[in-house]
Each structure stands twice: as structure tokens, then as C-alpha cells.
């Protein structure tokens, strides 16, 4: 297994050694680059893009199919996930060297006719990039999703652990989360123990009717916290509460604010 996982990484290699060749290529196109560098002629260049093409092929369709059946053991474990992201980049530096060598081909034809002869070799490479760039396509959008996913998650956790420090406790973030933007109720209630004045402003700008509340949170009086009672958008208005309050400044972090959609 770890030396199927090590897959991405030798063709990063690979591709990074097709790289150096391609910039060799065209330097010499369009800068009038030097005929031999590093010890190697730019023919010689094009010669190592001709024999590692089989290869490189080779090492990137397994690359696609490690990553689609490794998928669900990459997608919940973020060293593994890093790896197809580093993985990606090192393809996407591959592929648009490739783009800049065809555009450089048809830029000076005189040269790469020069150099080429009838070999299409740049027409070749950009075959092997469209046919991968498919193959890999899906492998992006779901490793953005992911990212995406674990940010959101981070910042709802974050919120639950804010409104913990201040307001209320017993619930976490994926239930915040459920409550606020699907107003799916928690089995269990959580315990608001801040003002009340702060769970009515909380309440309009989650767009939560004053009954979720009280379906979502238990509510005890200032006087006998062993006494519950029920939160009175009316009774404990939310006029004193201003923009610059604890409770809007949480809010604002997570960018709630639902008072002018009319939920």
C-alpha cells in the first residue's frame, strides 16, 4: 500500500524531469536560448520528450486510478488529501508548460520546423494533457469540495465554541449548523445561561421563529437558575442590543444575518 500511495509522488518527479526538458525547448524558440544546457542540446531535449512520453503516460493513468479507488480513504484523512492537492499542482505546472511549448510551435514555425522537422511532438503533449486533464478534472472538483467542507465545518465549530464562552452550551457545531440553516430542531436541548435580551437578537438574525428557540434551547429564570421558562421575543426584546455587541460580533463571523429574508 504505501508503495501504491508513493505513486503520486514519482510522477510529480516525472513530470518536474519533463519540465526541465520542455523549458530547454522552448527557451531556445523564442528566447534564442542556448543550444546545450546543463550538458544536454536542446535536441537531445526534444529527444527525452520523445522516449518518456510512454512513461509519463504510463504513470499518470495510474495516478487516476489510485486516486478513484483510494477516494474515500483520501477524502476523510487530510495528510492523504495534501497529497493529491500536492499531486494536482505539480499536474497543473505539467500541463501548462505543455500549452506554453505548442503555443511557442506555432509561434516560430521557422525554428520549430528547425528543430523538429515534421515531429509533432508539442500536438503530442497537448493530446496527453486534454486526455488527462479530463481524467483529473473530477479529482479537483472533489478535493475543493472537501477543503471546502472541512473549512465550513471549522468555522461552525468555531461559532459552537464562541457561543460556548459567552451565551450557551450543548451544542455543537454540525447541530448549530442543522438548526440555523435547515431549522432541523437537536434531540437533546442546549442550555442558554447569557441574557435573554441576546438569545431574542440571536433568534431573528438565525431567522428562528421565538418557538425554535425554545424547541432548541432551555431557558432559565435570572433569579432561580433551577427554574426554566420560556424566551418572549416581546417580554425580552433585543433593542439594547447593538452592532458592536458580543453576541452581533459572533454572528458576523459566520456571516448570519437572516432579519431582511423573512424567515
Known amino acids: 500500500m504505501m508503495q501504491d500511495r508513493l505513486i503520486l509522488q514519482r510522477a510529480a518527479e516525472t ?43 504510463d504513470i499518470l493513468e495510474k495516478c487516476s486510478v489510485f486516486i478513484a479507488d483510494e477516494w474515500p480513504k483520501i477524502e476523510n484523512n487530510k495528510l492523504r488529501m495534501g497529497e493529491v492537492e500536492r499531486f494536482l499542482g505539480e499536474y497543473e505546472k505539467f500541463r501548462d508548460k505543455v500549452i506554453e511549448y505548442d503555443d511557442a510551435v506555432i509561434e516560430f514555425p521557422s525554428k520549430a520546423e528547425e528543430l523538429l522537422d515534421q515531429y509533432l511532438q508539442s500536438q503530442e503533449y497537448i493530446i496527453v494533457a486534454v486526455r488527462f486533464d479530463k481524467e483529473f478534472d473530477l479529482a479537483r472538483h472533489h478535493a475543493k469540495e472537501t477543503i471546502s467542507k472541512v473549512a465550513t465545518r471549522n468555522l461552525w465549530d468555531s461559532f459552537a465554541e464562541d457561543l460556548y464562552q459567552h451565551f450557551c452550551w450543548g451544542l455543537n457545531g454540525s447541530q448549530l449548523e442543522n438548526l440555523i440553516l435547515h431549522h432541523e430542531l437537536p434531540i437533546t436541548k442546549g442550555t442558554w445561561n447569557g441574557e435573554k435580551k441576546d438569545a431574542t437578537y440571536f433568534g431573528k438574525r438565525c431567522g428562528l421563529a421565538c418557538w425554535e428557540m425554545n424547541e432548541a434551547f432551555e431557558f432559565h429564570r435570572d433569579d432561580d437558575k433551577n427554574i426554566c421558562i420560556k424566551l418572549d421575543y416581546h417580554k425580552n426584546h433585543d433593542t439594547k442590543v447593538n452592532e458592536e455587541s458580543i453576541i452581533a460580533k459572533i454572528l458576523d463571523r459566520v456571516g448570519i444575518d437572516f432579519r431582511e429574508k423573512g424567515k
Open 15 to 57: 513530470m518536474n524531469s519533463a519540465v526541465r526538458f520542455l523549458n530547454q525547448v522552448i527557451d531556445w524558440l523564442v528566447k534564442d536560448g542556448e543550444l546545450t544546457f546543463g550538458g544536454i542540446t536542446v535536441g537531445a531535449a526534444v529527444e527525452e520528450l520523445r522516449t518518456a512520453k510512454p512513461g509519463l503516460i
